[in-house]
C-alpha cells in the first residue's frame, strides 16, 4: 500500500530544472535510497517532501494527504543532515529532547523518551555530554536519535555520513539497517556512494539531471540497467562502439569496427539498422580463453596490463581497433602462465549478459 | 630563520629592545595616570611627595561629576540595548535576506565608522538645531546609536555567518516554529557575537566624546564632555582619577571578553 | 549544497528578489542611519554650496586662502610622520609579537588591548601631563642636564605627533601581526638554502610577503589620523590647527556653516578615497580587522 506518494514534483531555479517531474509510490516502511551524480536533484526531491523548498508543480502526498500546504515544523517528519547539527549549546539528552520540548511533552515521557532513543543509537552513557566532545559518528548519532525521538513516520536522511571515514561508515551503516528493522519507519536516504546503496536499501531512486532514470531493487539496476547512464553508473562497465546491422523487437544483431559480427543481443531503445550503438558488459561478466577455444560470441583482444589486487584479477585488454577493454576474473580463476603481457586471447561472454544501448 | 626567534641571531637584541621600548611607551602613561590619581600633589609632581585618596574624594564630593557619571551610564545603557536588538535584526537581514542593494546596504551601515566623526558631529548639531534635539537624552542616543550600530553589525553578522544555518532548520524539523527555532538554538548559537556587540556598543557611547561635545548642553553632560572641558581649564588631579577609574572598567571588560572567549573555547 | 542557501519555502530565488525578502528587518538600522547619519551629512555637504549664497565661493575662499591650506598641509603632514612613526615603531613590534615566547608576546599584546581600549581622553590627559612644559619629561631632561630651557614639546605638532602616534600604534601592530602570523616559517628556511643571508631573507622575503600588512595597516592609520579631533585639539596649538579643529572653530566660533561644509566635503573626500584604495586592493575584512 502506498504511504508516501510523490506525484509529478518539479523545482526550478531561474531556469534550471533541479527536479523535472519525479514521480514515486513509497510503502509503509521501506528503506529508499536517492542515489545519483552531484547535482542530480537528490536533495532538492527531499528538500520538497521536508518542506524547506517550495515545488514548483506536483503533490507530496503522506498517508493519503497531500501535506505540501504544511510548514516544515508542522509535517512531523525526522530528518538528518549532512553537515553536523546538533544544537552546540545543548547536551546530547537535551539535544534528544528538544522536538519533544517544543511539542510540550510532559517531563517523565521525555525522559524515557530520551532514554529510549539514547538506547537505540547505543549512546546511553553519554547523556550530559556537549556535542563539541563527542566524535563525528556520534554526533550523527545522536541527530538520529533526536530525528527518531517523536516517532515521525518518515525520516529523510541527506548523506548522513558523508563526513565520516570509510570503516565508520560501514559501522554506522549496520546501526541504521538495526534502527530501520527495529523501529520499522519509512526512511528516504540520499547519497551518490552506490555501494552505501545497494547495502541499505529494499529500493534505490538513481537520479539524472533531475529526473528519476531508474527505479528498482539493487540488483535490478546492476543486471537489468535499463539505460546507459545506469549501466555506467551502477557497477563498473565496459562499452564498445559498434554498429547495428539489424534489429527486431528487443533484439538486435551488430557489427564491431573490425568487422566481427555479433547477433541476437538484448536492445534497448528503439534503432534502426545503420544505427550507431555501445554493447555493454559488465568487468566481471567477461572471459579470457586462448584464441580458438571458445564457443560462445567473442572479439580477439590483446592482454596490455594486469593487475592483481587480492581477491580478482584486474586485465585491460585492447582490441583490434584500440578499444580497451577491462575484465575481472576471481584470482583462484586465473594460472600465472596465463597472464603473458602482449598474449592473443579470446574475450567472451554469455549472450544475455550483454546489451545494447543506443546513442 | 626570521620568524624562529630562538635563531634570530643579533636581530633578536633588537627586536627585544623596540618591543620593551614601545610597551613601556605603551604602558608608562597608563600607570602615570593611576599614580598621580593617588598622588598628593596637586601640580601632578611625579614621583609624589605623598599618597592620598584626596582626588577621588572630590570627584565623589562633587555632584556633577556624579551626574555626568550617571548620565553617560544611561545613554549607553539605553543605546547597547538598542543597538543589540537592530543590530541583530539588520544582521539577519543582511545575512540572509534575498534583496537587491544587499551589499550597498552593509556599507551604508559601516561608513559611520570610517568616516570622520568630527563631520558626523558638526553635521548632527546642526541637524539636531532644527528638531531641538541638542542636549536632550533622546539626541545622545540616536547619535551614539550610529556611532555604535556598525559595531554591533559586524560582530553579530560575522557570528551569524559562522552558524550552520542546517541547524536552525534541524530545529524547525524537529517542530520548532521558525521563531522558536531562532529564540531557542540560533539565538544561544550566536550569542559570544551578541555580547561583543553588547561590549562594543556600550564603549563606543561610553567613550564617545566628539559629538557630545557639540550637543552637550550645561544641564546634560556625558562624562566624556566633562572630562574635555575640565582639561581645557585645568590639569587638575581629579582627572587623573576619573581616568583611573575608566581605565579599571577597560580592564574589567577586557577581562571579561577575554573569559567568554575561553569559555567559547572549552 | 546547503539548505542555507534559500530561505524556508520560497518560492525562488528570482520572485523572492524582485519582493525583497527579507528585507523587513533591516528597515529599522536603515531608518536610523538615514535619518540621523546620512541626511545631516548631507545636509552638512548641501549648505557648502547655498551658503550664504548659491555658488563655490566657499571652495574658492577655502583653497585660496593660504590660513587654511596651512591647515590642510599641517594635516596631511601630521598623519604623513604619525602613519611613518607607527609603521616603523609597529612593524618590530609586531614581528615580536608573532614569535616571541608565548609569556612575553601575550602580555606585551595585554599591554595594547589595554592602551587601546583605555578612554581616549585619559590617554590623551596623560601625555598633557607628560608634555607640559613642567610635565615630567622636561624636568628629567633638566634633572639630567640635558637641556637648559623646557621643550616646547605641547601646543605644536610635535605635541600632536606624540600623542597620536601613541593613539594608532595598535591599528598598525594588529594588522600587521596578522599578516607576519600569516608567514609560513619555511619560506626562510627555502630562502636560507638558497644561499639568502638574513639582510636578504628580509629585504627580499620577509618585506614583500609583508608589504600588504603594511600598505592597509598605513592606509588606516593615515586615513584615522586626518580626520582627528580630540588629540589635536588638546595637545595641540591655536596657530597650528588641523582640519578636524578647523571645521569644529569654523562652526562653534565663527558660524560660517558653508566653509565648515566645504571643508567637511573636503574631508569626506580624501577620506572615501582612502578608503576606496584600501577596498580595492586589501578588501574591506583586513581594513578593519
Ligand atoms: N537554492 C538553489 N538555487 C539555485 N539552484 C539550486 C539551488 N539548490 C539546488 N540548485 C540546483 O539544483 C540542481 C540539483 O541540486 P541538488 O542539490 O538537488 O543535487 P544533489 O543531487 O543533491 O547533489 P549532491 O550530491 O551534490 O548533493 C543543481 O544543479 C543545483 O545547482
Ligand atoms: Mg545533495
Known amino acids: ?90 547536551s546530547v539528552a537535551e539535544n534528544v529532547a528538544f522536538p519533544l520540548r517544543v511539542r510540550r511533552r510532559s517531563a517523565a515521557e521525555i525522559g524515557r523518551k530520551v532514554e529510549e532513543m539514547l538506547a537505540l543509537v547505543r549512546l546511553e552513557g553519554f547523556a550530559d555530554r556537549m556535542p563539541a566532545q563527542l566524535s563525528g559518528g556520534q554526533q550523527q548519532r545522536v541527530a538520529l536519535a533526536r530525528a527518531l525521538a517523536y516517532d515521525p513516520p518518515l525520516l529523510l536522511m541527506d548523506e548522513p555520513l558523508s563526513a565520516l571515514d570509510k570503516k565508520l561508515r560501514e559501522e554506522i551503516q549496520d546501526e541504521i539497517r538495526r534502527i530501520h528493522r527495529q523501529t520499522g519507519v519509512t526512511i528516504l536516504y540520499v547519497t551518490h556512494d552506490q555501494e552505501e546503496a545497494l547495502s541499505l536499501s529494499d529500493r534505490i531512486a538513481l537520479f539524472n539531471h533531475g529526473r528519476i532514470e531508474q527505479l528498482g531493487k539493487g540488483r535490478e539496476l546492476y543486471e537489468a540497467p535499463r539505460t546507459r547512464f545506469v549501466a555506467d553508473f551502477v557497477g563498473h562497465s565496459n562499452f564498445l562502439d559498434c554498429t547495428i546491422t539489424r534489429s527486431e523487437g528487443e533484439s538486435a544483431d551488430i557489427v564491431l569496427p573490425d568487422g566481427g559480427m555479433l547477433s541476437g543481443i538484448s536492445l534497448h531503445g528503439a534503432a534502426v539498422a545503420g544505427a550507431r550503438a555501445g ?81 | 630563520m626570521l620568524l624562529d626567534f630562538a635563531r634570530l641571531g643579533p636581530w633578536r637584541v633588537v627586536l627585544i629592545v623596540i618591543a620593551v621600548l614601545v610597551g613601556a611607551y605603551l604602558l608608562l602613561p597608563i600607570l602615570l595616570i593611576v599614580a598621580l590619581s593617588f598622588g598628593s600633589s596637586q601640580w601632578l609632581q611625579f614621583p609624589p611627595p605623598g599618597w592620598t585618596l584626596r582626588w577621588y574624594e572630590e570627584l565623589f564630593d562633587d555632584p556633577e561629576w556624579i551626574a555626568s557619571f550617571l548620565t553617560s551610564f544611561q545613554i549607553a545603557a539605553v543605546v547597547t540595548v538598542l543597538s543589540v536588538v537592530i543590530g541583530l535584526m539588520a544582521s539577519f537581514g543582511l545575512t540572509r535576506g534575498e534583496f537587491r542593494g544587499r551589499e550597498v546596504l552593509r556599507a551604508l551601515f559601516l561608513t559611520p565608522m570610517i568616516l570622520p566623526v568630527v563631520v558626523l558631529a558638526v553635521a548632527l548639531y546642526a541637524f539636531f538645531l532644527r528638531l531641538h534635539l541638542n542636549g536632550t537624552f533622546l539626541g545622545f542616543v540616536l547619535a551614539h546609536l550610529v556611532i555604535a550600530l556598525p559595531f554591533s553589525i559586524i560582530a553579530i553578522s560575522n557570528a551569524l555567518e559562522r552558524f550552520d544555518r542546517d541547524i536552525e532548520t534541524a530545529a524547525i524539523v524537529c517542530g520548532a516554529s521558525p521563531l522558536e527555532a531562532k529564540i531557542r538554538v540560533t539565538l544561544p548559537g550566536i550569542r559570544l557575537g551578541l555580547i561583543s556587540a553588547a561590549i562594543f556598543s556600550f564603549l563606543a557611547s561610553w567613550d564617545e566624546v566628539v559629538i557630545a561635545i557639540f550637543m552637550a548642553s550645561p544641564d546634560l553632560q556625558t562624562l566624556p564632555v566633562r572630562i574635555y572641558s575640565t582639561l581645557r581649564q585645568d590639569l587638575s588631579p581629579v582627572i587623573a582619577a576619573v581616568s583611573t577609574l575608566l581605565i579599571a572598567l577597560t580592564a574589567a571588560l577586557m577581562a571579561l571578553a577575554a573569559l567568554f572567549r575561553k569559555d567559547a573555547r572549552s | 549544497m546547503t539548505v542555507t542557501d534559500v530561505p524556508l519555502a520560497n518560492p525562488s530565488p528570482a520572485t523572492a528578489r524582485r519582493r525583497g525578502r527579507g528585507i523587513v528587518p533591516v528597515i529599522p538600522a536603515l531608518a536610523v542611519v538615514v535619518l540621523v547619519f546620512v541626511i545631516p551629512v548631507l545636509a552638512l555637504l548641501l549648505r557648502s554650496v547655498l551658503e550664504p549664497e548659491p555658488g563655490l565661493q566657499n571652495y574658492a575662499a577655502f583653497f585660496g586662502s593660504t590660513t587654511y591650506l596651512k591647515v590642510l598641509g599641517n594635516t596631511f603632514l601630521v598623519a604623513g610622520t604619525v602613519t611613518l612613526a607607527t609603521v616603523l615603531l609597529g612593524f618590530p613590534v609586531a614581528w615580536f609579537l608573532a614569535i616571541a615566547p608565548s609569556f612575553w608576546s601575550r602580555l606585551l599584546f595585554a599591554i595594547i588591548i589595554l592602551s587601546m581600549w583605555t578612554n581616549l581622553l585619559a590617554r590623551t590627559y596623560a601625555w598633557m601631563v607628560l608634555l607640559q612644559r613642567t610635565g615630567i619629561i622636561n624636568r628629567t631632561l633638566m634633572d639630567l642636564g640635558l637641556i637648559s630651557e623646557p621643550l616646547p614639546l605641547i601646543n605644536n605638532l610635535a605635541g600632536v605627533t606624540i600623542g597620536m602616534t601613541y593613539i594608532m600604534l595598535p591599528f598598525m601592530i594588529l594588522p600587521l601581526h596578522a599578516t607576519i602570523r600569516a ?107
Not at chain 1, 9 to 32: H, M, P, Y
Not at chain 1, 54 to 73: H, K, Q, W
Not at chain 3, 218 to 223: D, N, Q, R
Request: hydrophobic share 50%; net charge neutral; with cysteine.
Open chain 1, 1 to 90: 500500500m502506498t504511504f508516501l506518494e510523490i506525484s509529478n514534483i518539479s523545482k526550478t531555479f531561474g531556469n534550471v530544472a533541479a527536479v523535472n517531474d519525479v514521480s514515486l509510490d513509497i510503502a509503509q516502511g521501506e528503506f529508499v535510497t536517492f542515489l545519483g551524480p552531484s547535482g542530480s536533484g537528490k536533495s532538492t526531491t527531499l528538500y520538497m517532501i521536508a518542506g524547506f523548498f517550495e515545488p514548483s508543480g506536483g503533490d507530496v502526498r503522506l498517508g493519503g494527504r497531500s501535506i505540501l500546504a504544511e510548514p516544515s515544523n508542522k509535517r512531523n517528519i525526522g530528518m538528518v543532515f549532512q553537515r553536523y547539527t546538533l544544537f552546540p549549546h545543548l
Open chain 1, 279 to 359: 554493447l555493454m558488459i559488465r568487468p566481471d561478466r567477461l572471459r579470457l580463453s586462448p584464441l580458438g577455444q571458445a564457443a560462445e560470441p567473442g572479439i580477439d583482444a590483446v592482454l596490455s596490463d594486469a593487475t592483481f589486487i587480492g581477491e580478482t584479477y584486474h586485465f585491460v585488454l585492447a582490441t583490434g581497433w584500440g578499444a580497451s577493454v577491462n575484465v575481472r576474473m576471481p584470482a583462484s580463476r586465473v594460472r600465472p602462465d596465463e597472464v603473458t603481457m602482449g598474449a592473443h586471447m579470446q574475450l567472451h561472454w554469455e549472450a544475455t549478459d550483454a546489451r545494447l544501448f543506443c546513442h
Open chain 3, 183 to 289: 608567514i609560513d616559517p619555511a619560506v626562510f628556511q627555502a630562502a636560507a638554502l638558497c644561499g639568502a643571508s638574513r639582510w636578504q631573507a628580509f629585504t627580499r622575503v620577509m618585506l614583500p610577503l609583508a608589504a600588504s600588512g603594511i600598505a592597509a595597516g598605513a592606509l588606516m592609520v593615515f586615513v584615522m589620523s586626518l580626520g582627528y579631533f580630540i588629540t589635536p585639539a588638546l595637545l595641540g596649538g591655536t596657530s597650528n590647527m588641523m582640519l578636524a579643529e578647523l571645521i569644529a572653530q569654523l562652526v562653534q566660533s565663527l558660524l560660517d556653516w558653508g566653509l565648515a561644509g566645504a571643508a567637511a566635503l573636503v574631508l569626506l573626500v580624501v577620506t572615501l578615497a582612502i578608503y576606496l584604495v584600501q577596498l580595492r586592493f586589501f578588501g574591506f575584512g583586513q581594513a578593519r580587522s
